[in-house]
């Protein structure tokens, strides 16, 4: 059994045993959740409880669904999003910021622009715990950068377990990573989630410019998960059993000189009948919506799953003991 973890902070740190129990967990409370009594049995379960929002870069999705998840599991928030509000502004250090907010919290989900900050507050906390015992807080990574964004690749796991759910899993499985591949965090995070898919296949499709960072690729090689790179999206859609389009990433560097790749309705024409196309959103105009009728295009159903997978998240890292207390009888 692996080493319970205390922060979320990277893909790398889950293997296939904590994605099987996520993703179990976040079906549960999907289910449960639909009736008044499993509701209330788990705004039961983290009476309380509070977690610190510390977004101090735009979030429509993350933010609002981790609040929905606080929400859902019965624990309270605090929020700071602009650091103009706060005390950063008469010089306090980002990470005393942060530890302020874990005077007050039992996790603190944090975005920033800064790629390295959520890990740095992490090791800050565990190497001052002993002189704090009180000072509890998980760390989530909420996006950090153009790095890494480990709950957006935990709900896109559990779309793809879900859509390929009576097809033999993930397993075996042809993916195609669409758009800015080189400044996405999402597809860098899912990308390394794909070690524990035995036979699992990557198409990356972009424009030379925006082709996927060497450290993954290396990455990929090592753990001798196949992966092919192309411009051409209408031979990715033809064999893909999942399309993953991105947006051009121009908010976060303002470098452009390439064009989106562009998913139409033309393509639904050649996409597979069970193959799935998602999208973390936002998206611009790469994946057109006249496409969203279509039942194969998940999108919103990816982004509902990350309430449910953010509750499951909240819910392993404050949760230690029995995973199901409370909910047994409700269903
Ligand atoms: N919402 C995702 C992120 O925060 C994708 C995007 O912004 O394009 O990375």
Redesign the pocket.
């Known amino acids: 059994m692996r080493e319970r973890l205390y922060h979320v902070l990277e893909s790398q740190q889950f293997d296939r045993e904590l994605l099987d129990h996520l993703c179990a967990l976040t079906t549960r409370f999907r289910e449960v959740g639909k009736t008044t009594e499993g509701a209330l049995a788990m705004k039961r379960r983290h009476v309380g409880k509070r977690a610190a929002l510390y977004f101090t870069?735009?979030?429509?999705?993350?933010l609002n669904s981790f609040r929905a998840a606080c929400q859902v599991l019965g624990m309270d928030w605090l929020e700071i999003s602009d650091p103009n509000t706060s005390s950063e502004v008469k010089g306090e250090s980002p990470i005393d910021s942060v530890a302020t907010f874990a005077s007050y919290a039992d996790a603190i989900i944090m975005?920033s622009k800064l790629p390295g900050l959520a890990k740095q507050a992490a090791e800050y906390f565990d190497r001052e715990r002993p002189f704090r015992p009180w000072h509890t807080a998980h760390v989530v990574n909420?996006?950090s950068g153009q790095d890494q964004?480990p709950t957006?690749a935990l709900l896109d796991i559990y779309t793809l377990y879900r859509a390929f759910r009576e097809r033999g899993g993930i397993e075996g499985k042809t993916i195609a990573m669409v758009g800015?591949l080189k400044r996405?965090?999402?597809v860098r995070s899912l990308a390394y989630l794909m070690r524990h898919y035995p036979d699992v296949r990557l198409i990356f499709v972009s424009p030379p410019a925006f082709q996927m960072e060497e450290d993954i690729k290396a990455f990929l090689q090592k753990h001798n998960i196949p992966f092919e790179e192309t411009e051409d999206l209408d031979a990715a859609v033809n064999v893909a059993d999942a399309v993953y389009m991105?947006?051009v990433?121009d908010?976060?560097d303002k470098e452009k000189g390439a064009t989106p790749i562009f998913f139409q309705e033309r393509h639904l024409k050649i996409l597979g009948p069970h193959a799935i196309v998602m999208h973390?959103?936002?998206?611009r105009e790469e994946l057109d919506p006249a496409c969203d009728h279509d039942p194969r295009i998940k999108i919103w159903r990816q982004e509902r799953n990350g309430m449910w997978m953010r509750a499951a998240v909240l819910d392993y890292l404050l949760k230690e003991n029995d995973p199901l207390e409370g909910m047994r009888e409700v269903a």
Do not use: C, E, K, N
């Open positions: 870069q735009v979030s429509t999705r993350t975005r909420g996006g964004h957006q800015d996405g965090r999402t991105t947006r990433q908010d976060l973390p959103l936002p998206r």
